[in-house]
Structures are given as C-alpha cells and as structure tokens.
C-alpha cells in the first residue's frame, strides 16, 4: 500500500533522485508501509489521562475516601482517545528512501541547533 508523505525537509526535492530541484515544491513523496499496533495506547485506542496523576487527583480521591471515583478512573471512565492513533488503534509506519530519511534528520537537527540557540539568547536577555 502507497501512501502520500509529506514532510518540510522534502521540499524543493525531486521524488525519485532526492535531489533539489524547484519543480517540486510540495514535498511529497508515495512511499510504502505497513500498520502497527500504537505504542501509546498499546492498542487499546484510549490511555489514562497523566494530567490526573501530575494533579495527584487519584491521591485526593483516597484522602476523601472516594472509593467509587478510583473505581472508575481504574475502570477506565477518565480515559482519553489515544492522541497517536487517534483511537484507530494502529499508526501507519512509512519506509522511506534513505535520502528521505538523511534529509528529515538533518531538518530536525537543524532545528534542534536553532532551539538551542534561540534558549541560550532568551537566557541572555535578547
């Protein structure tokens, strides 16, 4: 199965050679790929919501003697649909051509640079 995958990296780069070229302005790319179960949700298509275990909700509950309210947040009944695979409970793994995948590192390693150096100016005082 083909699908279409975009990415800011593959701009202005031709499909098939990986090299610049201003005819291909969009990024894409049809690669192939397979499905696989979601890592987040293990599957399930929901996952507890980690906001109620940063707030210590489920610690409250037990101060107030909630029983019924960890019964239901251990049940399931706070649970969120999955962010990954938004609750299809697979995420498609694309296999790219190994210039794609050169050229998306080196998109995010840039980035990283930039990051950094955006952090160490504000620290600054820019």
Known sequence: ???QFKHTAL???NPITGEY???YPEGNLFVE??????TTCDGHG????????????VDMMREDCDYEGI???YGGSFDQICSQCKGQRVVFSPILPKWAEDRIWDWHESERESRA???AERRMGA
């Open 21 to 23: 070229d201003e005819n």
């Open 46 to 57: 929901h996952h507890f919501r980690s906001d109620l275990d940063e707030n210590h909700m």
């Open 71 to 73: 019964e239901d947040y």
């Open 117 to 119: 150096c955006r952090d």
């Open 33 to 38: 790929g397979k499905y696989e179960v979601c």
């Open 11 to 13: 701009q202005y780069h």
């Open 1 to 3: 199965m083909k699908i």
